[in-house]
């Protein structure tokens, strides 16, 4: 509906504070606005989003303007309280504790909302404290990745760049090569040249002085190939980036360059000719994805992020996880319920036990895929898992879709299935009470540093240790 935005919570209560006003009761205002009372009633407790010509209805039945209805501003203290409340529960922090929600009614003394209210303002703020990460680069990462998922991860802009870049020089099909890369440099004014002494910090350096991109001599560590950093080089001069003045900006420009960099080594005539082909023969893989263009896994599979829903009328999500379980990565736009802190940063977030992006570490065969479906709270999910390791330990990259669209992909007749009922971490982050009552007291482990930026140590008895593996690992080793 257009109701420019109006929260619906508090548009329930403005309808429900007009009506008693005026001594109205549900029924006697549904007959006057055209609705059944049973309808209204849902509307004022926020569990419907009315259409903007039944708001207009109901506003001319209170005989008040619509706009009064459509205020953001809830119509007074008491229903300020409600409505804090019932956002705070809805939140992951108040999910993790595995209580039940408290649904206030008209005996309820306000005091005793205020008093609630105010015990989860400072739940929130002791929650906030305690991430041990620089907050304006998760408050940044945080903004990015929700203005990314709006727009379905998909840059129409930087599209037609790339696509433009490549057909100039002189690419068809298959693989961007190098040579087709030093022609896009030489095209700019640019020549590649590969050295042995590049600052430790810089993966490349332009001089733009003298027209020269300093690159390694080989590929680096993690998958970041010697066509794809020149690309990323190139992508500051042709997207004009100043030096950043924020880590915004920073943040934007290096995801802008990345960007830019996939799409020219997956250009989106030939990716999306692809992808639509294996759709209608059913047989969508990453893996195939990956070879035909010479990527890496994980390439692969963000590129898929880019063009899934915008081309191929799918929503989906990637993970890629540490062996730790920490997440080091993720996208959705299909309601994967990913884990986030207290901020909604979702770095270094530990996944569900039951994902196969954790599972994967077990399987047996990990060089090829592992396919399983995942009933979850927000539904059943199927994935595919690819393990992986590099210098820093071992990963996961994973690429799911809910289960009406596992139907394109290969993998789609798995038979393995799992269940996860996170964020409750009663699910595979709180130990069992047998366990807890035999080891409390009597362990004492030590951490091990988590090593990304953005990542904040688990909490538990131990910070940075997860007491469920702890006190698992203490009870199969006590009977030796």
């Known amino acids: 509906m257009d109701t420019v935005s109006a929260d619906i919570a508090t548009l329930g209560h403005r309808i429900r504070h007009y009506r008693t006003q005026r001594g109205l009761t549900l029924d006697e205002l549904g007959a006057a606005a055209g609705v059944a009372g049973s309808q209204l009633s849902l509307i004022e407790n926020g569990k419907r989003e009315p259409r903007l010509s039944l708001l207009q209805s109901v506003a001319n039945a209170l005989a008040i303007d619509l706009s009064d209805l459509l205020s953001t501003?809830?119509?007074?203290?008491?229903?300020?309280?409600?409505?804090?409340?019932?956002?705070?529960?809805?939140?992951?922090?108040?999910?993790?504790?595995?209580?039940?929600?408290?649904?206030?009614?008209?005996?309820?003394?306000?005091?005793t909302l205020e008093a609630i209210v105010g015990l989860h303002r400072e739940l929130a703020r002791r929650a906030t404290q305690a991430i041990a990460t620089p907050e304006e680069a998760r408050r940044a990462n945080n903004e990015l990745r929700e203005q990314m998922r709006a727009q379905d991860n998909y840059i129409p802009e930087i599209e037609e760049l790339a696509e433009d870049r490549v057909r100039a020089a002189g690419h068809t099909r298959g693989a961007l090569t190098h040579r087709e890369v030093s022609v896009m440099a030489e095209q700019l004014g640019l020549r590649l040249i590969y050295v042995n002494d590049l600052p430790h910090s810089a993966r490349s350096v332009t001089d733009l002085a003298n027209g020269r991109i300093y690159l390694p001599p080989a590929s680096i560590p993690g998958g970041h190939g010697l066509r794809s950093m020149a690309l990323q080089a190139m992508a500051h001069r042709l997207l004009r980036h100043e030096p950043p003045e924020s880590y915004a900006d920073f943040l934007r420009q290096r995801l802008e360059i990345n960007y830019f960099a996939a799409c020219c080594l997956m250009p989106r005539e030939a990716a999306v000719g692809f992808l639509q082909e294996r759709k209608r023969d059913r047989d969508l893989a990453v893996e195939d994805f990956r070879d035909a263009f010479g990527v890496t896994h994980e390439a692969a599979a963000l590129r898929l992020t880019n063009l899934a829903t915008s081309h191929l009328d799918m929503t989906l999500h990637f993970l890629r996880v540490g062996d730790d379980g920490a997440l080091y990565k993720g996208y959705e736009n299909d309601g994967l319920p990913l884990p986030t802190d207290v901020t909604g940063a979702i770095e270094g977030q530990l996944v569900c036990r039951q994902w196969s992006a954790r599972s994967a570490f077990t399987h047996t065969n990990r060089t090829t895929e592992l396919y399983q479906y995942t009933d979850t709270p927000a539904g059943t999910y199927w994935c595919a898992t690819q393990t992986g390791s590099t210098s820093a330990g071992g990963f996961s990259i994973s690429v799911g879709v809910p289960f009406a669209e596992a139907k394109w992909f290969r993998g789609r007749e798995t038979t393995v299935r799992a269940v996860s009922r996170c964020p409750d971490e009663s699910c595979c982050k709180r130990p069992a009470h047998e366990l807890e009552d035999r080891w409390a007291g009597k362990a004492w482990p030590s951490a091990r540093l988590h090593a990304h930026i953005l990542s904040p140590l688990p909490s538990g008895s131990f910070p940075g240790v997860d007491d469920n593996e702890v006190y698992a690992f203490l009870e199969a080793h006590s009977a030796e």
């Not at 409505?83 to 922090?93: K, N, T």
């Not at 993790?96 to 206030?104: E, H, I, N, Q, T």
Request: proline fraction near 15%; avoid cysteine.
């Open 73 to 111: 501003e809830p119509p007074n203290s008491r229903a300020a309280l409600e409505i804090e409340l019932a956002r705070a529960q809805r939140g992951s922090l108040y999910a993790a504790l595995g209580l039940p929600p408290v649904k206030p009614t008209k005996g309820t003394p306000t005091e």
